[in-house]
């Protein structure tokens, strides 16, 4: 069962089209919802006139945002949404009306009649754009003007470290925003169902936590809520926040007392957006000459779209996993987020991560070839050990890294090509550390992170609740996988319910790469406890010390005698008879992370820490620019394979989204003319102009799984589904350099940029092409840590006193 | 705030084809400014096949239509009089999954599944026509179906497998 390759539970319904996604859902008497959307970024509402509309034959209701004034917010510090703007928009595609109706035609259609009367503010483009003007304020509640907030910490002294160094390296590096494009559009039905409770059936990575945000601004208690999160059609962190529309089509159904379902247009998709924090990064990198690294320090300017979201995490996350690959002793981070009028960005696979991880993998290039070692050597010299304390306090444990990058050199043929192919053609190599849940859950409470119930019975089914939500990764299969590996019984006798806060016991969501583990560990728990019950009553009936039972083969028997034995349904009925009805749960919690002891050093913290390494062959046309890719090569330390099919395909569907973002993705706005209201407009809110790696693009691709089974995993297993897509992009970048001589200093690396700087090396000057300036700003006193090394006790020398959290919005928890 | 309810004209069913759906004869009568997607997903229930844009930019809703790929948020359903359309709800014979999705489901041709209807039908369309293509044919045939999840590595050796094993069925039966 585990390690091997099989095929997963989910996978008949997706291959006959049953499996029931939440805009495949139909219901009688259901009405549609559509809604009007900003076509300014920044906006006062002066008023909405929506009597036109409600004439409308078909239209059953309408709504503005004064129905549904309560604010909410994925974080407890950033509740700053409406269901419908109140009186203000602050980004294009900002939602401000919703019409209900018939039909969806007919939604539509009254959309038009609706008068909004809009007072057009000033709008804010870019950081720096946000840095110069701190009015208009996009929000009230940033830490200063549009600077959403600052994060600063200083790990041990930097400038001794950058004074002990024979060379100091400085670069600036771009990571452009760019999106999700989950195949499926968000849709969502609501249903006040036969007792007036309120059911959502809602495409959600995290049915909890919108469970919670339903209960605020609903203001009905969450048990009176179920939230379903339908099979979701691709996720990678765009469908992790509560969405505007979830709330809408919940408050119509309650009032209407009919269904109401909405599916977004891929327009509205890419309002929703959530996606990649564009990142303007500066580097300065001390090293000795044999390469080790004296010091580091990273500032960091974070463009955080109209909304929270997860930025407040994702400004951490800008720097804190800087430590975990390479050896860094001091290390300084200066992390800045600012409000622009935009859609809001938030967490995509690798969140907050892959953007200063290029920075740091390009700039590692730039030092070997500077100090005369090849890249693939320095890093062996300089990669964290097993079991290390990073400077910021990070406690890591199994540490495959220097496998993966011997590995990759090996099946790559990195010797016998870096710096020896023909021009136009070149290799780069580069590395990633990631997460396996993080540590933290976003409401700070000391319940479980995940839950599992199993049910088993005398007809032999084994029912598995969870609260987890398959998005496409595997969640539903894996946990049937351990379950079934416990219990000695076949995946396709185990019947899984996820994703329902009805059914199943609570767990944070798909997210951070933490479901396998977490919810793994869960599974077990539930599954040992159950097996135990059966081992005591099947050792009485056997007269078989229970120790020697074994379960395997769908029976359980005497390890001993084998031919002593009853079939695994026996087994339950011996249990259900002594016991009577058979139901087990298992929970889990991350364990504690004591190290960390200063304010903010929660964030980063895991039960396991990944690595990859990725060597990628490209061809660069000089004349045109264009990039093909024609092999890449990853190894990945994920402790163990539980079902090599899924993981191979986590990998690869990161590589390739990988890919996508090194060479074409982006979220990109252009103002308009003035004569056309100079406001700022996505510049491709289409699948045909936002380009995607197609089949036609995709290299081959060499996966090997370095494995070692990590304590804290279940059956050993780390994450595998966000980390190899991290070295890609400066790996490409590093291949290009290889191929043709030139730094591309930004992603994505396009042909426009390639032939630029193409063109700079031509005319003698630096052969690059990247950010030229960074701008000056406060970045505010750091958090000063002394690293372990330095005696440090992972407290902060000055902190101020912690207030007994009075900023931090008190949370309203409704009883039935 | 409710309004009071009069008829809206969108859902005047005044438009009526007869068609043959994965095999079976059916008259259909639907609002005539919808899509064959519309029509399969609303009308008649077959909510198998998916969209991703609704502008034939993304392949999901591919079906096949008189033996030929069509994308069906492109085909209006008034044109659809007489046609035959197949959907990955008609890929099934006599309880038998067809190859190719035996060969999906075993070999991670799909995770979020979203996708895989209108790749399902793309393939089976192409080997319909060329039975043993090359991986360079199949790269060129899938080109307009987007998926997000898997990289396509993993849809690519779905297909070549799908194709030995019907290679090995059509023996059998000779
Ligand atoms: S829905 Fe038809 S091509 Fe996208
Ligand atoms: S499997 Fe998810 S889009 Fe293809």
């Known amino acids: 069962m585990i390690g091997h390759a099989r095929r997963r539970v989910d996978a008949r319904g997706k291959v006959t089209g049953q499996t029931i996604y939440a805009d495949d859902i139909s219901l009688p008497r259901m009405a549609y919802c559509k809604l009007l959307r900003s076509p300014h970024p920044h906006a006062r509402i002066r008023s909405i006139d929506t009597s036109r509309a409600l004439a409308h034959p078909g239209v059953y209701l309408v709504l503005t945002g004064k ?45 038009e009649l609706i008068e909004v009367d809009y007072e057009i503010l000033p709008t804010i483009a870019d950081p720096e754009e946000a840095l110069a003007n701190p009015e208009p304020r996009i929000h009230d509640y940033s830490e200063e003007g549009n600077i959403h907030k600052r994060v600063a ?51 959600t990575q995290t049915p909890h936590y919108l469970h919670r945000a339903l209960s605020k601004v609903l203001e009905m208690p969450a048990g009176h809520i179920r939230v379903v999160a339908t099979p979701c059609g691709g996720g990678f962190g765009g469908k992790s926040d509560p969405f505007n529309h979830e709330f809408v089509v919940s408050k119509a159904a309650l009032m209407l007392g009919r269904p109401v379902k909405i599916s977004l247009t891929r327009e509205e998709v890419f309002y929703c957006h959530r996606g990649r924090h564009p990142m303007l990064m500066k580097f300065r990198t001390g090293v000795k000459k044999d390469g080790t690294i004296t010091a580091m320090h990273l500032q960091n300017v974070i463009d955080g779209g109209a909304y929270g979201s997860y930025g407040v995490a994702s400004t951490f996350y800008g720097g804190t996993l800087q430590t975990t690959t390479y050896h860094i002793p001091k290390y300084r981070y200066q992390g800045a987020r600012f409000f622009t009028n935009k859609p809001p960005c938030g967490p995509k696979r690798g969140h907050g991560t892959p953007q200063p991880r ?51 050199v090996a099946i790559s043929g990195w010797k016998d090509k870096f710096r020896k192919l023909p021009e136009g053609r070149g290799v780069g190599l580069a590395c990633s550390c990631y997460l396996t849940g993080a540590g933290l859950s976003i409401y700070w409470n000391a319940m479980p992170h995940s839950g599992i119930q199993l049910k088993l019975d005398r007809s032999g089914c084994v029912t598995l609740f969870a609260g987890t939500t398959e998005i496409g990764q595997g969640s539903d299969d894996v946990l049937a996988a351990m379950v079934a590996e416990v219990l000695g019984i076949k995946t396709f006798d185990i019947r899984v319910y996820s994703g329902d806060t009805d059914l199943g016991p609570v767990d944070l969501g798909s997210y951070s790469s933490r479901v396998t583990l977490m919810a793994g560990n869960a599974a077990i728990q539930a599954a040992e406890r159950a097996k135990a019950m059966m081992a005591e009553a099947v050792a009485d009936k056997l007269e078989v010390p229970k120790e020697r039972l074994r379960f395997a083969d769908s029976a359980v028997f005497d390890a001993a005698a084998p031919e002593k034995r009853v079939t695994f349904v026996e087994a339950i009925c011996l249990a259900e008879a002594r016991f009577g009805t058979i139901g087990t749960v298992g929970s889990y919690t991350p364990p504690k992370f004591p190290a960390a002891k200063y304010k903010g050093g929660g964030v980063g913290t895991s039960p396991a ?52 973002e090194a060479l074409m993705e982006e979220q990109d706005y252009r103002r308009l003319p003035s004569r056309l209201s100079h406001a700022l407009v996505h510049k491709f809110p289409s699948m045909l102009d936002y380009k995607t790696i197609t089949s036609l693009d995709m290299p081959e691709i060499v996966t090997e799984f370095i494995e070692g089974p990590d304590a804290r995993g279940p059956f050993g297993a780390k994450e595998c589904g966000q980390g190899p897509l991290l070295p890609v992009m400066p790996a490409v970048a590093n291949a290009i350099y290889d191929a043709v001589g030139v730094r591309i200093d930004e992603v994505p690396m396009t042909p426009e940029k390639i032939v630029r700087a193409l063109a ?29 090394w330095d005696g440090g006790d992972g407290r902060a020398i000055n902190e101020p006193p912690r207030q007994p959290k009075p900023s931090r919005e008190k949370e309203k928890v409704l009883t039935p | 705030m409710a309004a009071k309810r009069e008829a809206p004209v969108e859902s005047q069913k ?34 198998g096949t998916k969209h991703g844009c609704e502008l034939g930019e993304c392949g999901a809703c591919a079906v096949i239509m008189d033996g030929k790929p069509v994308l069906s948020c492109l085909v209006l359903a008034v044109d659809c ?13 006599d309880g038998r999954l067809h190859p190719l999705q035996e060969a999906f489901a075993d070999l991670g041709g799909m995770q979020c599944g979203y996708c895989t209807p209108g ?56």
């Open chain 2, 119 to 174: 790749i399902l039908l793309t393939a089976k369309s192409l080997l319909d026509h060329n039975p043993h293509p090359s991986r360079a044919e199949i790269r060129e045939a899938l080109s307009g179906n987007l998926c997000r999840c898997t990289g396509y590595l993993q849809i690519f050796d779905a297909v070549e497998a799908a194709m030995v094993e019907i290679a090995k069925r059509g023996e059998t039966t000779k």
């Open chain 1, 760 to 788: 700079e090396k031509k005319a003698g000057r630096a052969p690059r092409y990247g950010p030229d300036h960074f701008p000056e700003m406060s970045w505010g006193e750091p958090l000063r840590v002394p690293p372990p």
């Open chain 1, 153 to 203: 910490f200083e790990f041990g002294d930097v400038d001794k470290g950058f004074a002990e160094a024979d060379e100091i390296f400085e670069d600036t590096f771009f990571f452009q925003g760019n999106t999700h494009l989950p195949m499926e559009q968000h849709a969502s039905v609501a249903v006040r169902d036969r007792e007036g409770k309120l059911t959502l059936y809602t495409s």
């Open chain 1, 609 to 660: 820490y990944t690595f990859s390494a990725t060597v990628v062959e490209v061809d660069v046309d000089t004349a045109t620019g264009l990039v093909r890719v024609a092999k890449l090569w990853n190894t990945h330390d994920l402790g163990r394979a539980l079902n090599p099919v899924l993981a191979r395909g986590q990998v690869e569907g990161s590589i390739y989204m990988g890919l996508g």
């Open chain 1, 67 to 111: 129905d549904l004034p309560i604010k909410y917010g994925i974080l407890p510090v950033s509740q700053d949404e409406t269901p419908l703007c109140v009186d203000r928009v602050r980004h294009v595609g900002d939602p401000v009306a919703a019409v209900i109706a018939r039909e969806e035609l007919t939604a539509a259609d009254a959309l």
């Open chain 2, 14 to 47: 005044t438009a009526r084809i007869k068609m043959v759906l994965n095999g079976e004869a059916q008259d259909v009568v639907f609002a005539p400014y919808k899509t064959l997607l519309e029509v399969l997903r609303e009308d008649l229930g077959h909510t």
């Open chain 1, 358 to 408: 290029f920075g740091q993998e390009v700039q590692i290039d730039k030092i070997a070839e500077k100090l005369k070692i090849d890249p693939a050597e320095l890093r062996l010299r300089i990669a964290v050990k097993p079991n290390e304390l990073t400077a910021n306090f990070l406690q890591l444990g199994t540490v495959g890294l220097e496998q993966c990058i011997r590995r990759v």
């Open chain 2, 81 to 93: 009089d007489g046609r035959e359309i197949l959907t990955v709800e008609g890929m099934e014979t």
